[in-house]
């Protein structure tokens, strides 16, 4: 690649560091925002659990490579799959920051804890996407692959919102329900109902 499209590149992927995480900070208020409509279910956070703040952000990412994709970004093939790869690095990342503090404090993490975290999982997976498209080393093979698990990471962000696997990841932590809270609720309630003495 040469310099003057490497340079465009690396300032394409410093602004959409931060507008990454400023859109995943907006999504994450969405389902509310929208009073609970499907939009909101399928880009916003339906509870607090780990897989919901990973999605949000995760659905930024994916907007913010297809406007990347829109500037012409030379090598195609390679950038899609430095992208693939740092989607998963960035779930990867806030999945497992986040379920690490909740379970070495025993604590229900604090949204400025998550902030933190989200903001380091974006500055990684922005930095290895430019490094790996930018790299002499040809991963262009790996494009059918690459094609083939961000199919798979499209059917898992649709369905697990709506219909998700009883798992910790996807429970939230406040009401111990998953996937979406029901309407008539009373949180704090149910919190103290739920919680071992």
């Known amino acids: 690649m040469v310099k003057s499209g490497q340079r465009k590149l690396r300032n394409l992927e410093i602004?959409?560091?931060l507008l990454i995480f400023l859109s995943g900070i907006l999504l994450h208020f969405l389902y509310d925002i929208t009073q609970k409509s499907v939009v909101g279910i399928l880009f916003g956070c339906v509870n607090e659990s780990i897989w919901e703040h990973s999605k949000v952000f995760a659905l930024a990412l994916c907007v913010w490579t297809i406007i990347e994709l829109a500037s012409s970004v030379p090598y195609f093939r390679q950038f899609i799959v430095a992208k693939v790869f740092s989607l998963y690095l960035q779930c990867t990342i806030i999945i497992t920051g986040i379920f690490l503090y909740q379970h070495t404090t025993e604590k229900i993490i604090p949204l400025s804890r998550v902030g933190i975290i989200s903001f380091i999982a974006v500055v990684i997976s922005q930095f290895t996407a430019y490094k790996f498209t930018v790299s002499e080393k040809d991963i262009r093979e790996l494009f059918p692959?690459?094609?083939?698990?961000?199919f798979?990471?499209?059917?898992?962000?649709?369905?697990?919102?709506?219909?998700p696997p009883h798992m910790v990841v996807f429970q939230d932590p406040l009401t111990r329900i998953y996937g979406i809270i029901p309407k008539n609720i009373d949180v704090g309630a149910y919190f103290m109902n739920n919680t071992e003495v």
């Open 145 to 150: 692959l690459a094609l083939g698990f961000l």
């Open 15 to 17: 602004f959409g560091t």
């Open 152 to 163: 798979l990471f499209f059917i898992i962000f649709f369905c697990f919102s709506v219909v």
